[in-house]
């Protein structure tokens, strides 16, 4: 283990456009359980019939996908967080 008061090479790094998955979450709210959770509340309960449990079914699709993607993206922010502080705290040392 080196000395602490070495300093660690951190190569530089190209940024890569990528998307953030909780944006993409957003858009899988906005474009489609949104609509979903409209129909699934203009039915009222005595008419609810297999079309009605068909998208029960795909509102809880979309809500797994929006869940995934909402933690991809938080774990996407706390990874590009720790990548702008690990380099201040090696100018530190």
């Known amino acids: 283990m080196p000395p602490p008061t070495t300093k660690v090479a951190v190569p530089n790094t190209v940024p890569i ?15 489609g359980i949104m609509p979903l959770n409209k129909a699934l509340m203009a039915t ?21 996908v929006r869940t995934i993607l909402g933690e991809r993206g938080r774990s996407f922010f706390h990874h590009k967080r720790r990548q702008r502080l690990v380099p201040a705290v090696l100018e530190d040392q």
């Open 17 to 31: 456009p990528v998307a953030d998955p909780s944006v993409l979450a957003c858009s899988i709210v906005l474009l």
């Open 44 to 64: 009222p309960f005595e008419n609810a019939n297999p079309s009605s449990r068909a998208l029960i079914i795909k509102w809880n699709r979309l809500h797994t």
